[in-house]
């Protein structure tokens, strides 16, 4: 008999379950009348049309001269199902997740990612080194961002930075259950010139009387600002410490 799927709701707390609804171990049962796509991940670069149509939709901007800052946008959606999955797994149940992208596959309704299934046997025996259970999550990431790269000219670091954004707010929402040391806000952004999700987010100390002191800024920029008419920044986007503060009145992120 197959193994039932399981939501990974079933494992967070309440704060934290809305992130999971979509995340499964197993393939859950589809509804009468699903008109979504299920797909190996692995398979995500053959469905390049249906993310830029998906963000077009829902952003504007022009598929052939936006793709960079389009899929950058797509990226933390994705995000959105697999960094909190990988959280939930090492964090709260201290154990490692297989993420392989070949035992992975992605639900897509109309470009948009609805929903992660991992395989049924994907949790792994638990483990105290932060190495070993955020490896499947770093390994699944470095995996996702290659491939949205290769569709489009953007620099990776973009994609990790919008990766670490989340990250770095998941470990503060998600509570420890073993220590009081974070090891693994140290070891996930440890200031190591070959950690892509390092430092993520840096204090800052603005210019403007306008912006918080210490102003929490990302690393890098996501680049939604060149979709024409995106002219709102994120409340943490680098480019808020460059403004004039004419131009910082206009922002909603100062509010």
């Not at 892509?196 to 306008?210: G, V």
């Amino acid at each position: 008999m197959k193994p039932e799927a399981r939501s990974f709701a079933e494992f967070a707390p309440p704060g934290l379950a809305p992130y999971l609804q979509h995340v499964w171990l197993g393939k859950p049962a589809a509804a009468p009348g699903d008109d979504t796509v299920r797909i190996p991940l692995t398979a995500l670069p053959e469905h390049r049309t249906a993310l830029l149509d998906a963000m077009t939709a829902l952003y504007g901007g022009d598929a052939k001269h936006h793709a960079r800052a389009l899929l950058s946008q797509w990226s933390k959606y994705y995000f959105g199902l697999a960094a909190p999955a990988g959280v939930a797994a090492a964090r709260l149940l201290g154990r490692p997740l297989d993420m392989s992208p070949e035992r992975t596959h992605l639900v897509l309704k109309d470009g948009m990612p609805a929903q992660l299934h991992f395989d049924a046997a994907a949790m792994q025996p638990a483990d105290a080194d932060p190495a070993r259970r955020y490896a499947g999550l770093v390994a699944h990431l470095d995996s996702v961002i290659g491939m949205l790269s290769g569709m489009t000219k953007i620099a990776p670091r973009v994609l990790w930075s919008n990766a670490g954004n989340l990250l770095d707010y998941l470990l503060a929402n998600c509570p420890l259950i073993s220590s009081d040391a974070d090891i693994d806000a140290e070891w996930l952004f440890r200031a190591s010139d070959d950690n892509p999700l390092r430092t993520p987010l840096r204090d800052a100390t603005p210019r403007s009387p306008l912006l918080p002191n210490p102003f929490r800024a990302r690393r890098v920029c996501c680049v939604r600002y060149e979709i024409p008419g995106e002219t709102q920044l994120c409340a943490s986007c680098p480019l808020l410490l460059t403004m004039r503060d004419e131009e910082l009145a206009l922002q909603d992120a100062i509010r």
